[in-house]
């Protein structure tokens, strides 16, 4: 079993005008956690953009 320890972040999904993920905005947020000493990443954290997503590419 894995144990998890440090601090995690619920990470934002930064979105597009148009609805569609900024991947980008995205790469720096990671970015930016990483270089500042946190332990984990919480992608789709408790952050509520889970129900704006769907699986189609582009959009």
Not at 31 to 56: R, Y
């Amino acid at each position: 079993m894995i144990k998890l320890r440090g601090a995690f972040t619920a990470m934002i999904t930064p979105m597009n005008s148009d609805g569609s993920i900024d991947y980008e905005g995205f790469r720096k947020n990671v970015k930016f956690q990483l270089e500042h000493g946190i332990d984990g990443l919480v992608p789709l954290g408790t952050t509520a953009e889970t129900p704006t997503l769907d699986e189609k590419p582009g959009r």
